[in-house]
């Protein structure tokens, strides 16, 4: 049964354009939502993350959106860049260091 | 970057046979974890370590054995490597528990074919 779902597979975006990541999760007692970033051939790195107690978080071009109501939450890449493309990792924490991911999204931004 | 390596990066083995990959980590951190990641599947816990001798169980744990003789190594074992086995081993570490956002920072893989 998996707890976090990143229903799309893969996304494809203009360069300059928004980039929207969604990721859905089934436990409503998750406390912490990370995002994680993977390029091919190494391990994945952190990009930003959202408390459960808040529903929005910003970090330059990235930002974490949360609706705890639809147990939805979403990444926000603006503008997207070449660079950006990579698999991108939703991931959600229980009472501490453990982290259940979801199956990811390859997204892919075109120039 | 996080200061994590793994051993092997790289490893061909023959079904049935033992397995070790290590975890070294230089951050003096004390969780540390193992996880694997397949096609469809995202990464899945392993097992993880709380500290030295302490250890627990994740999701996909049957096949596999872990140990933590010293803070900065953490070593999984496949005890008789199948071919559901292979796969890219991913170890992560973080700080205690209470850190903001539960920060895991991850090594760079060791990919492990079972033929």
């Not at chain 1, 990009?47 to 071009?61: A, C, F, Q, V, Y």
């Not at chain 2, 096609?39 to 140990?67: F, W």
Request: charged letters at 20%; glycine letters at 8%; aromatic letters at 12%.
């Amino acid at each position: 049964d998996q707890q976090v779902k990143q229903n799309s597979p893969s996304l494809s975006v203009q360069e300059g354009r928004i980039s929207i990541l969604n990721c859905d999760y089934t436990n409503s007692m998750f406390d912490y939502f990370l995002w994680y970033k993977k390029y091919p051939a190494e391990g994945p790195t952190f990009l930003i993350s959202i408390s459960s107690i808040k529903d929005k978080n910003e970090d330059g071009r990235f930002t974490v959106f949360l609706n705890k109501s639809a147990k939805h939450l979403s990444l926000h890449i603006v503008p997207s860049q070449p660079g950006d493309s990579a698999v991108y990792f939703c991931a959600a924490s229980l009472y501490g260091n453990k982290l259940v991911f979801g199956a990811g999204t390859i997204l892919r931004v075109k120039s | 970057d996080a200061g994590i390596t793994q051993s092997p990066r790289h490893k061909v083995t023959e079904t049935g046979t033992p397995v070790t990959l290590r975890c070294h980590q230089t951050e003096n951190h004390r969780y540390m974890y193992w996880y694997r990641q397949d096609p469809g599947h995202g990464l899945r816990l392993i097992h993880y370590s709380y500290g030295v001798k302490d250890t627990d169980k994740g999701e996909v744990s049957d096949g596999y054995s872990v140990s933590r003789s010293k803070t900065e190594d953490f070593l999984l074992t496949l005890e008789s490597a199948t071919s559901s086995q292979t796969s890219v081993y991913f170890c992560a570490i973080s700080e205690s528990p209470g850190s903001s956002g539960n920060t895991i920072y991850f090594g760079e893989g060791s990919w492990l074919t079972v033929v």
